[in-house]
């Protein structure tokens, strides 16, 4: 069975920085590329970033670029997103996607 589990959120101060984490099991981690995606309140899902299955090629949305780097571990079956420079429209649920499937999410609540 796939399972993807999040974790990392709270509630922060602008400007401030996030890391999140995403545990990964049921599957071949290593030969998967691996996303997050993020939902706002009231709105829809929102692509953030993809990292290859070796790590080699990353890509961010436009809203997220030079302030989030995706990174993985595959000897550790973990996904990561470093936030930074957090805004207050990063506020989001943020899940980690692959191999067809999704987490639970974790929540990043950006207020002062």
């Known amino acids: 069975e796939v399972k993807l589990v999040e974790s990392g959120g709270g509630l922060v101060q602008p400007g401030g920085s996030l890391k999140l984490s995403c545990a990964a099991s049921?599957?071949?981690?290593?030969?998967?590329?691996m996303n997050w995606v993020r939902q706002a309140p009231g709105k829809g899902v929102e692509w953030v970033s993809t990292?290859?299955?070796?790590?080699?090629?990353?890509s961010y949305a436009d809203s997220v670029k030079g302030r989030f780097t995706i990174s993985r571990d595959n000897a550790k079956n973990m996904l990561y997103l470093q936030l930074s420079s957090l805004k207050t429209e990063d506020t989001a649920m943020y899940y980690c996607?692959?191999?067809?499937?999704r987490g639970q999410g974790t929540q990043v609540t950006v207020s002062s």
């Open positions: 049921g599957f071949a981690f290593s030969t998967y590329t």
């Open positions: 996607s692959g191999a067809s499937s």
């Open positions: 990292i290859n299955s070796r790590g080699g090629t990353t």
